[in-house]
């Protein structure tokens, strides 16, 4: 069964370096999204994507952060400067929405840390 | 602004026993989505509801949506100890597809 992979699923990192979270989408699905959970908090939306920019973002996603589709298979969330608060779980999700609704299926999740 | 909220946040119970959980959301939508987390673990979806008196089960789960009620309710029938999670709603933006999420009910169901 296809499902979303991330990489890596933790990431420990110094305050103000950049990190890159990477993602592969289910292959025949055609929105990407990220989204990001404190621990043991609700799920907040970050960004989706769609051909190739951005379709919505969140209050959350300003401008330390960044989306990449770089090579057709791999998906990507750059943190350019992280933050204490950055630290959560962050979780990949990839749907084929159509016109019975726009199930995402979500990855594993990278746990990023930040010290 | 779209809220939604969930009730209760907390549930434990006894296996064998019935019980629901609510998510009422703020504005029209007509597409709502049930997921699943296990502790450390990522999110299963469990339902999509598409439309006003949608009704779907799947084992000892059933989920219905009411549009004009702006409700949704996870209904658990005889529990049993493997579906301790979290459970969380999620109401798609009209315009735009963004989830907006509750803040998950943490079910415990003891033996």
């Known amino acids: 069964e296809p499902e979303v992979t991330q990489t890596p699923s933790h990431q420990v990192t110094q305050m103000g370096q950049e990190v890159i979270l990477r993602c592969v989408p289910i292959?025949?699905?055609?929105?990407f999204y990220w989204y990001r959970q404190i621990l043991g908090q609700k799920v907040e939306f970050l960004v989706s994507?769609?051909?190739?920019?951005?379709?919505?973002k969140s209050e959350i996603f300003d401008d330390q952060f960044s989306v990449e589709r770089p090579d057709g298979s791999n998906f990507t969330l750059k943190i350019r400067s992280t933050k204490l608060e950055d630290s959560a779980m962050y979780f990949c999700?990839?749907?084929?929405?159509?016109?019975?609704?726009?199930?995402?299926?979500f990855g594993p999740g990278t746990r990023l840390t930040v010290l | 602004e779209l809220k939604v909220e969930q009730n209760p946040l907390f549930l434990s119970m006894q296996e064998g026993k019935n019980y629901t959980i609510y998510c009422n959301y703020s504005?029209?939508?007509?597409?709502l989505y049930w997921y699943r987390q296990d502790p450390g673990k990522s999110l299963e979806s469990l339902f999509v509801?598409?439309?006003n008196g949608a009704v779907k089960q799947e084992g000892r789960l059933m989920a219905s949506l009411d549009t004009k009620a702006r409700l949704s309710t996870l209904h658990i029938t005889a529990a049993v100890h493997d579906l301790s999670a979290t459970y969380f709603c999620?109401?798609?933006?009209?315009?735009?597809?963004?989830?907006?999420w509750g803040a998950g009910t943490k079910l415990i169901i003891k033996p």
């Open positions: 999700a990839s749907s084929e929405r159509t016109v019975f609704g726009d199930e995402q299926f």
């Open positions: 292959s025949n699905h055609l929105y």
């Open positions: 994507f769609y051909n190739n920019e951005i379709s919505e």
């Open positions: 504005t029209t939508s007509d597409r």
């Open positions: 509801l598409l439309s």
């Open positions: 999620a109401v798609d933006m009209d315009s735009n597809y963004q989830l907006i």
